[in-house]
């Protein structure tokens, strides 16, 4: 894998949080393409189709520089495929895999739309089969495999302490809803975790086969997302080419047993956006704990922006833009909202703990760069707490210039919902 380190120079970055103001988030038009491109070149023995989880990041110049390489969507709830429509793709690339259940007559209005359904659970598929349309629509079905993993329980999505998907040994029911109701189920989904072990994805692989051969017209395998990006350790992020030719190879051996040649479909978030943005935050105070203690680093980008150290105690790689490289000091990073537990270096996969990251010697008014902000950074992030406006994003392109994608929110915009 190529680890995607956007941006120039700090003196670009600096440059664009004095223009723009911060926090802000920065993405990188090329390095999205350049993960895009290697999600499509990832070995598959019949045919590949690639969507985006578009929970990772949706906003909609996200979306399209997907859409103009050819990479579809897998939107995960109702509003979500909405802001896709909104964003010019059209209704047949999006897929709804959604542990919303959606009233019969708004998942008729979907199909007809021509959205792809993925149902993720009994209740559902019971549902899409009385309507009229179920017969002549062929969807997806999305199963617990039995096993999962993520880059931590949080966000492993299979196995039995797991919601999301039929669960393996319920399938008969599931077959016998299918047999009863003449319901084509063309594509079988699977998706194991976030962060995976990818030796347990490609289990998965070989489990979900397994399940395909109880299902004659399923065509195409959707294996979900789930690729690991180690932000902090390159070295450590999945290489694709090697981890998908043994799922090739089981594809192709399903072949000669069965004659059947299936399409492999895959859905990263993670993988498409993670390297592919960054927060750039400038340091509001500094402040330390004594000897025993800490020196503490304030920035103005907080849990209202990024959320993933807080819950998960996930790490992102922090600079300090225009200080050099030479590190003359150990920081907590917190962020600036009322909360003890709203910290940029918590102990890795210990949300609770603190930990402290190498940096120059900071003065106020810094700009402190977050890496790896791209997947599940704003999207996910825990807005308006404090009533702290959503910040705005900015988008580098092709060409180097810098343009805005978001504007920031306007404080008024916050309780304008509000009544008396
Ligand atoms: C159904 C589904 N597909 C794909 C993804 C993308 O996962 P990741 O961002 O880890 O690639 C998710 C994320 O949880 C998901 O729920």
């Known amino acids: 894998m190529q680890f995607p380190v956007p941006f120039s120079s700090d003196e670009q970055l600096i440059g664009i949080a004095e223009k723009y103001g911060t926090p802000l988030f920065v993405h990188d038009e090329s390095a999205y393409e350049r993960c895009g491109k290697e999600a499509l070149a990832a070995p598959n023995a019949f045919g590949l189709s690639v969507r985006y989880a578009m929970k990772a990041n949706s906003h909609r110049a996200v979306l399209r520089i997907f859409e103009r390489l050819g990479i579809a969507i897998d939107a995960s709830s109702i509003y979500e495929v909405e802001r896709a429509l909104a964003a010019g793709i059209a ?36 549902i899409f089969a009385w309507l009229d349309c179920a017969k002549d629509t062929p969807i997806s079905i999305r199963v617990n495999p039995g096993l999962g993993s993520g880059h931590n329980n949080r966000t492993n999505t299979a196995g039995r302490g797991a919601s999301f998907g039929v ?3 319920h399938l008969k029911e599931a077959l016998k809803l299918i047999e009863e109701n003449g319901l084509k189920i063309e594509r079988l989904h699977t998706h194991v975790g976030s962060g995976s072990d990818w030796r347990v994805w490609q289990k998965a692989a070989l489990l979900t086969l397994k399940i395909a051969a109880k299902m004659p017209d399923v065509k195409t395998v959707n294996m979900g997302g789930g690729y690991k990006i180690d932000r902090v350790r390159p070295e450590k992020s999945i290489d694709l080419q090697s981890a998908f030719k043994p799922v090739k190879k089981a594809f192709k051996d399903f072949a000669r047993e069965t004659g059947r040649k299936l399409r492999l479909e895959i859905e990263p978030g993670t993988y498409l956006a993670a390297n592919s943005c960054i927060l750039l935050a400038r340091v509001e105070d500094i402040c330390d704990t004594g000897p025993k203690g800490y020196e503490f680093l304030k920035i103005n980008g907080s849990m209202t922006e990024l959320l993933r150290p807080m819950i998960y105690g996930a790490h992102h790689p922090i600079r300090l833009l225009g200080r050099g490289e030479e590190t003359e000091a150990d920081y907590v990073v917190v962020g600036t909202t009322c909360e003890s537990g709203d910290i940029f270096t918590p102990k890795e996969y210990d949300p609770e703990g603190i930990d402290t990251v190498s940096l120059p010697r900071a003065e106020r008014g810094d700009i402190v760069a977050v890496l790896g902000a791209g997947a599940y950074g704003l999207s996910m992030s825990a807005k308006n707490y404090n009533t702290r ?7 580098i392109g092709k060409d180097g210039a810098d343009r805005l994608i978001t504007k920031r929110q306007k404080p008024e915009e916050i309780w304008a919902r509000e009544l008396d």
């Open 91 to 126: 209704p047949e690339k999006i897929q709804l895999t959604s542990q919303e259940v959606q009233p019969a007559e708004r998942l008729r209005e979907l199909i007809a739309k021509g959205i792809q359904y993925n149902a993720t659970s009994l209740e559902q598929l019971r």
């Open 167 to 169: 669960w393996h040994s």
């Open 389 to 395: 406006p959503i910040c705005a994003e900015v988008m």
